[in-house]
């Protein structure tokens, strides 16, 4: 049976809210970033696990009474409005009734209890489920559930979009300790200051675990302590302070204990529940959430079991395989950046999207390496902070960019972009500037440059030819303009759409339409060159290079940053 994922909502939600920007906002221009965040790491869950078994659980009172009761320090630190009680601002309470209303319409069920923390719920659903489970959440705390007589794996956020799946068996190499229990011991000598847990002062998590290795628990410490023992670690100084933070230290384990009996009401052999898309559909209506609702719903319905016959192919269909393929029947990939700046000589890589389809994405967050101007940031929404923090060093991601490059060459798919031109111009100059041994234009597989089939199929059309303008004209959905993924999907299926437009066009073959938009660019920019030096500049020159360019300074115009 599918694994029983545990979501941590709170812990995500915040996580989301404080890391993905702001500026994401819906038609009331009220932001819905943390929405956003939650529902694009559920989605990207159960593509990971392969289930749909999901819980999103829930804090039904994030400091219970039980607990203040034993330690009112508990979390105290965290309270904004002391008369209301709570923690979360008020632009992140304004979201969770949206993220409700969609994961409920996605047949996710809301696990709450009054009078108790999501942990509670997470594990009293660990303890009582009969099949593998794994908790998503970047807390530390909820470690102490791993038992090595029960399946249990907690999946943690990593760096650069990453997640790092912990095991019980994984706890003597990561911490010291054998088991989950041990482990909340060690949080509660270490301390959490967040959640007002004091610790034991002077000792942190290195000395914890030595002083759990030598004494095999906290009692026994406690007791040795008391003995006068002055080996494993137990100096003179460090048993005195363990004596007198004794009745601390049982508090905060008592604290760091989740209940494993609450009633949440669920029947966990149900899950997963139905799912209603109309419903999830008219929830984000206005919402500017409609990308991360497409990517959770394409996730759960790719677990479902598809109806005999739904997926068949006719025969003669096929093409010979002894003739070259027209680009149009090949694999497609769908490709874009996001940068620091519009001059491909300087701009550096922030995010980058490789795109087969809605349901087939892969996205990298690059730290440039340098600051990130506003403009920039203006446009993508990624601070010079964020991608320090969050991102890859820009050298692996440019390694990665290439890696997919040649894969993609070796396979004779076509990398498709619009005006990709500044895409690999900037790749190119990144290439030469991360790593300079590899030689890009080896690696670069067939190209479709949306931006010139277009002028090619429509020559006469008016108006401009950004993305935007273009995905409009082949009435294509372009929903988040600037985000990496989604710009790279809409010039896929404006290239699908410029191939079901033209025959000819759809009908050339990769080396064909390689040497024909060589081809049109050129006459494309003879073309501009001349109406600049007639209207504006009689000295004005137009680079007719494709698919890189050879003059870098490009015409920002045409492109979307």
């Known amino acids: 049976m599918k694994p029983l994922v545990l979501i941590d909502t709170p812990a995500l939600y915040y996580r989301a809210f404080y890391s993905v920007p702001d500026s994401i906002v819906n038609d009331d221009k009220m932001p819905v970033n943390a929405v956003r965040g939650v529902l694009d790491a559920i989605a990207a869950m159960i593509r990971r696990l392969g289930s749909d078994r999901v819980v999103a659980t829930m804090d039904a009172d994030w400091r219970p009474e039980f607990r203040t009761a034993i330690m009112p320090e508990y979390k105290a630190a965290r309270v904004r409005d002391e008369e209301a009680g709570t923690e979360i601002p008020e632009q992140l309470a304004a979201q969770l009734p949206l993220l409700r209303r969609v994961l409920d319409a996605a047949g996710i069920p809301l696990a709450e209890v ?50 790092e799946a912990i095991a019980a068996e994984d706890l003597p190499e990561m911490y010291g300790v054998p088991d989950g229990t041990r482990y909340r011991e060690l949080a509660a000598l270490r301390g959490d200051p967040s959640d007002g847990l004091p610790g034991a002062p002077g000792i942190g998590e290195k000395t914890a675990a030595t002083l759990l290795a030598g004494f095999g628990s906290l009692e026994a410490i406690i007791r ?81 079991p598809t109806s005999a016959g739904t997926a068949t192919f006719a025969a003669a269909a096929v093409p ?6 027209p680009w149009s029947q090949c694999r497609l990939v769908g490709f874009d950046l996001e940068t620091t700046g519009v001059d491909p000589a300087t701009a550096r890589i ?18 440039p390496g340098i600051e990130i101007p506003e403009s920039a940031r203006a446009v993508h929404g990624i601070t010079t902070e964020y991608a320090a923090a969050n991102g890859l060093p820009a ?23 619009h005006n990709i031109v500044y895409d690999l111009s900037v790749l190119a100059a990144e290439v030469r500037r991360h790593q300079p041994h590899v030689d890009l234009s080896a690696i670069l597989p067939a190209v479709v440059d949306t931006y010139v089939v277009d002028r090619q199929v429509e020559p006469r059309r008016r108006g401009k030819r950004t993305l935007t303008q273009t995905a409009l004209r082949w009435n294509v959905s372009l929903l988040d303009a600037h985000d990496a993924a989604a710009d790279a999907l809409a010039a896929l299926e404006i290239a699908r759409a410029l191939a079901g437009s033209s025959v000819d066009v ?46 870098v300074r490009l015409d920002s115009d045409h492109h979307n940053l």
């Open 114 to 163: 009054d009078g108790t923390e999501a942990d509670d719920v997470i594990a009293t659903m660990a303890a009582e489920s009969r099949t593998p489970v794994v908790i998503v959440s970047p807390d530390r705390d909820l470690l102490a559930l791993l038992d090595a007589d029960r399946d249990v794996t907690v999946l943690r956020p990593r760096k650069g979009g990453e997640w």
């Open 224 to 304: 040795a302590a008391k003995a006068g023992v002055k080996t494993g670690g137990l100096s003179p100084k460090r048993a005195q302070t363990l004596i007198e933070h004794e009745d601390a230290l049982d508090a905060t384990v008592r604290v760091m204990t989740c209940l494993t009996d609450v009633d949440h009401g669920i029947d966990l052999e149900a899950i997963p529940y139905p799912l209603d898309r109309a419903a999830v559909e008219a929830a984000a209506l206005g919402q500017n959430i409609s990308r991360s609702v497409r990517s959770l719903l394409d996730a759960l319905e790719e677990q479902r």
């Open 320 to 325: 010979s395989v002894s003739a070259p393929l």
């Open 350 to 367: 922030v995010t980058a999207a490789f795109v087969e389809s809605a349901q087939q994405v892969r996205t990298w967050l690059a730290d």
């Open 395 to 417: 050298a692996e991601v440019v390694a990665a960019l290439c890696a997919v490059l040649a894969e993609l060459k070796a396979e004779n798919g076509v990398l498709v972009g």
């Open 506 to 551: 759809a009908g050339l073959t990769c080396t064909e339409i390689m040497a024909a938009q060589g081809t049109w660019k050129r006459a494309q920019a003879e073309d501009l060159q001349s109406w600049l030096r007639l209207n504006r500049d009689p000295l004005a020159v137009v680079d007719a290079s494709w698919p890189m360019a050879a003059d």
